[in-house]
């Protein structure tokens, strides 16, 4: 039999989920996900055999006939996501993804007050975005609805919005290419925020990135919700400086690490080297494209020409980098395809491997053979450093995987 359940998350399909870690590097208490049918969900609260719960989707709003009393935050927003059973055992719903929300746009450093808001979605989340906006005393507050009077059809009504939240799944793993909106609708646009997490560059996401203007995805607003339900199933108060510090280590920990380069740069060896030393696994696309072919990249370029050599390497781009906690290495043309670059940042801190242009072979290596290396390498020098995180001289193979570990602080 298992042990008595103190704290956890609800949901009807929880998968994977940051949350168990994430509680128990905040306060160290047992914490579990449970799985709940609708029909089981009543009697699981009826039953009271925990001491506080998290609750998601589908139940945020299912759980209120339950709750003898909400907060006034619960009650203002309309669903609840933290449940405390009290000492009379009755049950206090409350909403802490308020809180993850607004710590989340202080991290971004967003200016909201007098500003016009557009919230995509009006799922359960919605309704935390719009109370939080209300409170931080946002202008007009506008949801976007696929069906609504206010639509994806008629966005130019609303291209005046200076604030964008990304209340969709819309991007989520695994339709990662997928965006809700293009934002160069929006000229006045001043903020972008994404509350998905996975991949933890969205399309929506990079777009803001390329626009330079405030943005963040939504890990931060996930540590910092558990954490405003730490101190509600504890009585306790936490430093805010722990959901930064929680939020690096999970985004460090499953961060690709994807290298770009020229053909003989050392991506196979250097990642080879990280591989090791941090315990990934590492992926090379190349390899990737010569198993789908059955035949070697200069057999592909001889038989069937570059095009197709570069189709099967979107493809394989597109296969790997869906995933988190690797080590990539990906062929040096890569970055001369605009179609690649989304899916090459979307889950991986990207590492440009500098290497002096006399020190690279080309034996193997058609584009290398059938180009004047400098031009090539000067060519592709301004699409390098455009698609890179951080940029590392690499002389040294074992030298260069221990400075990237050592920047990155891994």
Known sequence: ?????????????????????????????????????????????????????????????????????????????????????????TLLGHNTDYDGFCYLLREAGAQVAGRKALILGTGGVSLTVRTALEDLGAGEIVFISRSGPDNYENLDRHADAQILVNATPVGMYPKT???????????????AFDLIYNPSRTRFFQQAEKLGVARVNGLGMLVAQAKAAAERFLD???????????????????????LIGMPGCGKTTVGQALAQRLGRPLVDTDDLVEKTAGCSIPEIFSRDGEEVFRRLEHEAICQVCRESGQVIAVGGGAVTR?????????????????????????????????????ELYRRRLPLYQKTADLSVENCQMEETAEEIIRRLEL
Do not use: W
């Not at 449970?34 to 759980?63: D, S």
């Not at 290419?177 to 903020?191: I, K, N, T, Y």
């Not at 801190?349 to 058609?366: A, C, K, M, S, W």
């Open 1 to 89: 039999m298992q042990d008595p359940l103190e704290y956890g998350l609800i949901g009807e399909k929880l998968g994977h989920s940051f949350s168990p870690d994430i509680h128990r590097k905040l306060a160290g208490y047992d914490y579990r996900l449970v799985e709940l049918k609708p029909e089981e969900l009543g009697p699981f609260l009826e039953r009271g055999a925990f001491f506080g719960l998290n609750v998601t989707i589908p139940y945020k709003k299912a759980v209120i006939p339950y709750c003898s009393n909400l907060t006034d935050q619960a009650r203002r927003i309309g669903s609840v996501n933290t449940i405390l059973r009290r000492k009379d055992g």
């Open 177 to 191: 290419d997928a965006c809700p909106v293009e934002l160069s609708r929006f000229p006045q646009l001043e903020g």
């Open 236 to 258: 306790i108060s936490l430093p805010d400086e722990r959901v930064k510090e929680i939020a690096r280590e999970i985004e460090g920990r499953t961060r690709n690490l994807l």
């Open 338 to 374: 605009e179609e690649n670059l989304g899916p090459m940042r979307e889950n991986s801190t990207v590492i440009f491997l500098r290497r002096p242009v006399d020190q690279l072979p080309v034996e193997g290596r058609p584009i290398s053979q059938a180009n004047n290396l400098e």
